[in-house]
């Protein structure tokens, strides 16, 4: 069992919808956590951090619920350039010091 | 400031040869990073290093080795490389221990091993 999971998808969604994905993870010790956008063949890039109290930047919206141990991003009024994997990571403990470890990625398709 | 740079981009292989593969970080991070990312498996991490002169295993070690002589610089070798290790290789670094810092990646190198 991954530590870190995610719906693979794809979501497949028309311009202007909204849009949610969730990320579970199994260690409770764990510390932060992030989004990341991942464009074909590029690398992966920050979209956020996500915060105990809940997080918007413009379109979009993480939340985190550590009694239950998940993440969410929201993205409102989807764009075709939207079109990309998600990447949920958490910072998890280990040896002192906290690893970033990845779940899979969710695909998004934005048609028109 | 050219962030995570990573030499070469693309490398075919025949079963067996060896390479070496550079990541460099010109912002003074102490944390890097090699994950690979293979389709349906997301990143995986292979080895980290936590400062110059150290290293450790991540979640998929076997049959590589790295070595961070200087800090900007993060090395990862393949001895002898077999077709399962025909992945995309990221090199990411992160500038403290603090949970709350992000990572920065390069560019990616494809790598294909016949």
């Known amino acids: 069992r991954k530590e870190v999971e995610q719906d693979p998808g794809p979501f497949n969604v028309p311009e202007g919808a909204t849009v949610a994905f969730n990320c579970t993870y199994s260690n409770s010790a764990s510390q932060s956590f992030f989004w990341y956008r991942q464009d074909c063949r590029k690398e992966p890039k920050l979209l956020m951090s996500?915060?105990?109290s809940g997080n918007e930047d413009g379109r979009f919206t993480a939340q985190l619920n550590r009694a239950s141990q998940y993440i969410s991003l929201l993205i409102r009024d989807s764009k075709l350039s939207d079109s990309a994997t998600y990447l949920c990571?958490?910072?998890?403990?280990?040896?002192?010091?906290?690893?970033?470890?990845f779940g899979r990625g969710t695909s998004l398709i934005v048609h028109p | 400031n050219a962030g995570v740079t990573q030499t070469p981009k693309f490398r075919v292989l025949k079963t067996g040869q060896s390479m070496t593969l550079l990541c460099a970080q010109d912002?003074?991070?102490?944390?890097m990073y090699w994950y690979r990312q293979d389709p349906g498996m997301g990143l995986r991490l292979i080895h980290y290093s936590v400062g110059e002169g150290t290293t450790a295993k991540g979640e998929v070690p076997d049959g590589y080795n790295v070595s961070r002589l200087k800090k900007q610089n993060f090395l990862l070798g393949l001895e002898s490389a077999a077709p399962s290790q025909t992945s995309v290789y990221f090199c990411?670094?992160?500038?403290?221990?603090?949970?709350?810092?992000?990572?920065?990646f390069g560019p990616g190198t494809r790598l294909t091993v016949l």
């Open positions: 990411a670094s992160k500038s403290s221990v603090s949970s709350t810092d992000t990572q920065y």
């Open positions: 996500v915060y105990s």
């Open positions: 912002m003074n991070h102490e944390y």
């Open positions: 990571v958490v910072n998890q403990p280990s040896g002192g010091s906290y690893i970033p470890t």
